[in-house]
């Protein structure tokens, strides 16, 4: 197992450069190479309850119009991440369309990368 510092740096990348990079650019190939291919996804969009497959999530980021192309923006952080072994949990806040959504990502440590196994969100009125 990686040193902390590795396995943060990796994890930073596959959010930066996978999820969030694919979010914005509608890229579905980015995201897949993020997720887990048995990851689940649960929350609430407006108090409505949510909950998709990570095919089913990957699947309607590419047949909607992207952040970038719609030219509403996207803004998206990473708020924290914790790693113990090869376990980690971050918090993210990503802003696009009219959505404040506020993401807890769990990775998993799976054939040498670390992947998305969990996604939970919840829009949050700015």
């Known amino acids: 197992m990686k040193n902390n510092q590795t396995s943060e740096a990796e994890i930073r ?13 509608g890229n ?10 048995g990851a689940l996804l649960f929350g609430d969009v407006n108090e409505v309850p949510y909950f998709k497959t ?5 699947e309607g980021v590419g047949n909607r119009v992207s952040p970038q192309k719609s030219g509403k923006g996207f803004k ?5 991440i914790d790693i113990i072994n090869s376990i980690a949990v971050a918090k993210l806040n990503v802003r696009m369309y009219d959505f404040n959504y ?9 054939d040498g ?6 996604k939970t969100l919840t829009h ?3």
Do not use: C, D, M
């Open 113 to 118: 990368r670390w992947l998305i196994v969990n």
């Open 124 to 126: 949050v009125q700015p």
């Open 102 to 110: 506020y993401n807890f990502i769990t990775f998993n440590y799976i």
């Open 28 to 37: 579905t190939e980015l995201l897949t190479k993020a997720f887990y291919k």
């Open 13 to 25: 990348n596959v959010i930066e450069h996978y999820y969030f990079r694919g979010i914005n650019e």
């Open 54 to 58: 990570a095919e089913q999530y990957i």
């Open 76 to 80: 998206a952080e990473i708020i924290s």
